[in-house]
């Protein structure tokens, strides 16, 4: 990627900084800056390296930024009638199993497909869930939980030890058209 003196100035105005603010926290002067800006110098790496840090600092996303909140989730003992019902009802693919606060599992559509049968209906979630899904603090930067959706239908997020929001693929996919 080319960054050229047009971007730099851009990003600093984005980031509500001046010219002069930019360069004392770079550690160059303004009037560098400002020749960086109008491409009348060529800057080092280095330079460049620490003028993209600190405007792009903060701009990574959090995982509460794409998380979707409200989760639902059902009980071990509720019937997988119950469950696809809400599945289908919400088009959701998986949803944490809870006893109480606690999350001892999950019920996905795959689970439901592997155990197929004619009175899969009438089965208890807890016969069919497979393990919890993996949790992250609301303040994980969302690369992680990116990687952990390569692995897992879907990623819990917690504040103070409570489920807050749930990450899936499609939340993942709805950030395609903004800057990551």
Not at 72 to 78: A, G, H, L, N, R
Not at 84 to 112: F, N, W, Y
Not at 120 to 130: C, G, L
């Amino acid at each position: 990627m080319l960054i050229r003196g047009s971007t730099i100035r851009r990003l600093r105005v984005e980031a509500g900084l001046t010219q002069s603010q930019l360069a004392e926290l770079v550690g160059v002067s303004q009037a560098h800056i400002a020749k960086i800006e109008n491409e009348k110098v060529d800057p080092r790496l280095s330079t460049v390296n620490k003028i993209m840090e600190v405007l792009l600092k903060g701009k990574e996303k959090k995982c509460r930024d794409i998380m979707t909140k409200g989760v639902i989730s059902v009980k071990p003992v509720d019937n997988i009638h119950y469950v696809s019902d809400l599945m289908v009802r919400h088009a959701i693919s998986q949803l944490p199993v809870m006893d109480g606060d606690r999350v001892i599992g999950t019920i996905t559509e795959e689970d439901i497909l592997k155990n197929l049968n004619p009175t899969i209906a009438d089965e208890k979630v807890e016969k069919v869930m497979s393990p919890p899904l993996p949790r992250v603090s609301e303040d994980t930067d969302i690369t992680v939980a990116k990687s952990l959706l390569e692995r897992h239908p879907g990623v819990l997020v917690v504040k103070n030890q409570k489920i807050v929001g749930i990450i899936t693929r499609s939340d993942i996919l709805k950030t395609v058209s903004e800057r990551l």
